[in-house]
């Protein structure tokens, strides 16, 4: 039932996610270290110096072609103008000269503004790419303590979010400031060649625009954070209330989440028309600078014009150069934002792959022996966070085809054993040995292929059933897989199925939990392990699947060294072993009858929780 | 999205109207510039031949071009405030006329749209559609009165420079459609693309212990390479044809400028193009800038008609929810609750059936149920009995389809549910807390409430111990979500939010499913020796939960399959004594009865 509208995680709380049609988002991230975080992305770009090089010239060159155009049209309406003064026949085939001169450019600029397009969209989605291969490598060579500490949805943003932002960004933002800084140094050089004075006039009144853009920016800024925090602020409320809709509703507390709504949705509005105001300024006042440059080349420029010291064309181009100066101004002013921002979203994907990996096996033999599945915990010390010990000194032994229980209640850390014995995590100190060897001197992944799992949460993937039953085991023919369902139960189930075995399996496809149980377990069968480990916990299953469930496991089992999560009572009294968890401890091990005598943590367990008549 | 214009207050109307005069008038302003520069160039021509100083005359026309171009400045501010305001207020109106809307929805609603898409509807959509109200008021006011103004100037000036104008917007024109044609298709594929990215990573990450035990990690990144590859490709396309957008619109405007001048050039000599040289270079070059004026307006009516659809997607979703009937309201005349005597049942299910219109078959299936002051009723049955749908019916978050639900011996329907939840303690499955402290989540239950009361509540909920050990106490916070405590926690604060409100009917939907069994048993004793007047219903999985209810109602698909007590049921009923027998063994059956 999950919802579409959903699968990609907001760009909450983070600045410059909605952007407005007016020029962008005001709002920017500062990185914590932007040198840092650029100089991480350089080594990125590095691969595509030449690339990138080629591209810078493109740019340059595609911005030098269109600005000499100003200045060339003005030469046009000289050559006008002097033969009206001269009271000569207009020099058409001069001025025809010059227009082809024009065309060439202009479609030699084009070519080059469209090369320096293409060129910076291959070399910012390569980038992007690698950036997203290297996440998604970079997880599975992570310890599994570092997801403990993060949701997958900080993880998720950055794979999407935040290397989207990038590769945006760098493209945009790259690209403008080059075309802008060219745009700037050329339109001066152009101005100055066509009338020295009226060029300092107008690059005197830069400054004035600079300020007056800065000043703005710094108002809008401001209220665009009130609004976005005001949004975030609405957005948390409408989540909480909606997701609690029907406890508003039957405690009548109605009335009073609305009255908060509404004083938020006031707020919201104050700070979202006055963030659009703000930001829709700057238009206007850049025009305004605009303006006065545009009037003082009119009216100095026209004062010339009539002793003769500049020429209309002259004039004519001056104008056209006065707006093509404001622009890239704002601009740059933009891009710097934008690489601001590019910097904080490459701070969050650089934090993430610089992140402490699993250790490094190259140089581990392994040399196990298969045979048996004995297993000794040996002075076992171990804590997810180094200062909060929660196993202080386990020691077990336990040997080949025995079935051992683990018990206690909700969050004793019965999940621990299995991460243990998965080495999914390292030991403080003390050894788990393996058919007598440590499992530090095995490769991690031969203590996986040791392991069978079937965990509560019945994970599986978007494919079809027989890809997620082959799970690991490629080459496992179809006989096998058919053999496999049947011992574990649900081979007629998958018949039932519209495509069988060749059913995908999705979000929406409605197999129950339990159903989703049955597979892993018919995933387990056909990765035919020595050893497993097996979570029995079946919530929202119903009892005939619950039964089938159990037979499935039972048929597994046979034979096999099993670690059991254990809820069913049958199961634990049937348990060579059981481990009795506490607070992430193990606290009490034996077998049922041993357990009970010792009227231990145990006993109270099992009295309380099937004991219900003497209270 | 035209439909969601409604809720404009009319005097937003008012000030649309406004804005179209000021607007108009600041065009007028614009495109008067264009002629003071003209003026200033035939000054210079008469200065120029005559060899009079014209400076007075240019300083003049100069400070009139300055005077008219604040006035333009002007005038837009004001249009941008109008706009704003209305943008934003239009959106704060929708919003909270979704708002209300949703609050009315009962539980088939919600479930109709699901949450995670009412949440998008009332945050999202409804930014799109601010956007795109604010971008439409200033341009398609401004526009079409650019456009049309800048023609007027233009016609009469030269036929031929006109055609050049028209063909360039023809281009423009055709080059963005065909760009957009080609992109907008492929948006859409980048974000189901950008959702399959999503979807792989998250599988990685959920399914981390499994993917490393099967030793699969190859598999999974070629899994995630695949999609990143055809993302990336996806991405490519859309970037190559959004390349020749900019490029392209400056070929045809630099185009138009050259053709124009170069066309002037030409016209002057020919002395077609005003009466003198002077008067045909001043109007040539007010040309170029009414041209590049008329072309911008077309550009930006073309961005409009890319824009709006896409919001336009947004009102849509917003629609949906504004227009949904609501299944469970209040009738016009409520009567108030009169208690009922003791012989009467408190709660009484008569032949009841319930479905989800649509569908075929019956959620609840001619249930008869009759309560007395004080029982506890049990409900259990496997996923998708009906067993949660039952308790629902009770504060109505659905409504019956046949028969009548009585409480106090009415009809609830004909209760106002503010009175008829008031008799009501719920409590959720999972546990749901709002942001705010532990007092103010506990207060929900009953505003009033004072500390004592709270701490009272805490206690027989099982919650007193965790509460006095948080720094803060009862004003500890709670994040959203109540994300900052366990499942087990936020269970039993759910539960001292309904024991704070002292109602006579307790409702636990599964609400003991995250305690530990010792204090699942605590709880449920303390429930029963506090509250012995009260009636309550619990729906459970774990048979050790509700072993000592008075009445166990067991459901099977739909149906009640029998009534009675642990005891009973044991010896009659073969669908409880499977239940029974998958979780406890035989002896403890037999000890529990």
Known sequence: ?615 | MIRLLKYMKWWYWLFVLAMVGIVYQQVSFDLSIPEYIGNIIQLVGIGASTGISQTNDILIEGLKMLAVAMGSIALTTVVGLIAARIGAGLSRNIRQELYQRVDEFSMKEMNDFSTASLITRSTNDITQVQMAVIFTLRMAITAPIMAIKGITKITGISDEMSLVVAIAIVLIMVMISVIFINVLPRFRKIQDLTDDLNLVTRENITGIRVIRAFNSEDYEEEKFDGVNSSLTRTNLEVNFAMAFMMPGMQLVMNGVNLTIIWLGAILIGNLTLGSTPFEGLALETQFVTYANMIIMSFMMLIMLFIMVPRAQVSGKRINEVLKKTISVKDKNQTSDIILADKGVPIVEFENVNFNYDGANENVLDDINLKIYQGETVAVIGSTGSGKSTLINLIPRFFDVTNGSLKIHGDDIRNYSQEDLHNLIGYVPQSGTLFSGTVRSNVKIGKDSATDEEIYEALEIAQASEFVNTLEDGLDANIAQGGKNFSGGQKQRLSIARAIVRQPEIYIFDDSFSALDYKTDKLLRKELNEKLPSATKFIVAQRIGTIIKADKIVVLEKGKIACVGTHGELLDSCDVYKEIALSQLSEEEIKHGK
């Open chain 1, 1 to 615: 039932m999950a919802n579409r509208d959903r699968k990609t995680p907001p760009n909450q709380g983070r600045p410059g996610g909605p952007r407005g049609p007016m020029g962008g988002s005001m709002i920017v991230e500062k990185p914590k270290n932007f040198k840092e975080s650029m100089k991480n992305l350089l080594k990125y770009i590095r691969k595509y110096n030449v690339l990138m090089g080629i591209a810078i010239i493109f740019a340059m060159g595609g911005t030098i072609f269109n600005i000499v155009g100003p200045k060339l049209l003005g030469n046009m309406t000289n050559e006008v103008q002097i033969a009206v003064f001269a009271n000569m026949p207009i020099n058409l085939d001069k001025v025809a000269s010059i227009a082809v001169l024009l065309i060439v450019l202009y479609i030699l600029s084009y070519f080059f503004t469209l090369a320096q397009g293409f060129i910076m969209n291959i070399v910012t989605q390569r980038i992007s790419k690698k950036l997203r291969t290297d996440i998604s490598s970079k997880i599975n060579r992570l310890p599994l303590n570092y997801f403990d500490t993060r949701s997958y949805g900080d993880v998720l943003s950055i794979v999407t979010n935040d290397v989207d932002a990038i590769g945006q960004t760098l493209n945009r933002s790259l690209a403008s400031l080059i075309t802008s800084v060219t745009s700037i140094v050329g339109v001066i050089i152009m101005m100055l060649t066509i009338n020295v004075l009226l060029a300092v006039l107008v690059v005197l009144l830069v400054p004035l625009s600079m300020v007056l853009m800065m000043t703005i920016m710094k108002f809008s800024q401001k209220h665009f954070r009130v609004y976005q925090n005001g949004l975030g602020a609405m957005n948390g409320h409408i989540e909480e209330i909606y997701s609690g809709h029907n406890v508003i509703k039957v405690f009548n507390a109605n009335r009073k989440a609305k009255q908060e709504f509404n004083e938020l949705n006031q707020k919201l509005y104050e700070g979202s028309w006055k963030s659009q105001f703000f930001s829709g300024l700057m238009m206007p006042v850049m025009s305004l600078t605009g303006n006065i440059s545009y009037l003082v080349v009119g009216v100095v420029g026209g004062i010339l014009a009539v002793s003769g010291k500049i020429l209309i064309g002259g004039i004519q181009s001056m104008l056209s150069y006065v707006t093509r100066l404001s622009q890239p101004l704002m601009q740059i002013a933009q891009s710097m934002n934008q690489l601001q921002s590019t910097a904080a979203a490459a701070e969050r994907v650089f934090s993430f792959l610089e992140a402490e990996e699993l250790s490094d096996e190259e140089d581990i033999i392994s040399n196990v022996n298969l045979s048996s599945g004995n297993i000794e915990f040996s002075h076992v010390k171990f804590g997810y966070v180094e200062d909060k010990i929660i196993i202080n000194d386990f020691n077990v032994n336990i040997k080949d085809g025995q079935k051992i229980a683990i018990v206690g209640p909700t969050g004793a850390g019965k999940t621990t054993i299995v991460n243990l014995l998965m080495r999914f995590y390292e030991l403080n100190s003390g050894d788990i040995l393996i058919n007598g060897v440590s499992t530090k001197q095995i490769k991690r992944q031969d203590v996986h292929s040791l392991f069978g799992m079937v965990l509560q949460d019945a994970w599986l993937f978007k494919g079809t059933i027989k890809e997620n039953l082959t799970y690991g085991n490629p080459n496992v023919t179809m006989e096998e897989v058919v053999n496999a369902c049947k011992i574990s139960n649900v081979h007629h189930f998958i018949e039932s199925l519209p495509g069988s075995y060749d059913m995908v399996i999705d979000e929406d496809s409605s197999i129950s939990q339990g159903q989703k149980q049955l597979l892993t377990i018919a995933r387990a069968t056909i990765a035919n392990p020595p050893m497993l480990i097996l979570d029995e916990a079946t919530s929202n299953v119903d009892t005939r699947t619950e039964i089938l469930i159990q037979k499935a496991m039972d048929a597994l089992m046979k034979g096999r060294t099993t670690f059991i999560i254990a809820h069913r009572l049958s199961t634990i009294k049937n348990a060579d072993l059981i481990l009795v968890m506490k607070d992430g401890d193990v606290i009490e091990t034996g077998n049922h009858e041993e357990l009970l005598q010792k009227h231990g943590f145990y006993a109270e367990l099992y009295n309380s929780q099937f004991d219900t008549i003497d209270e």
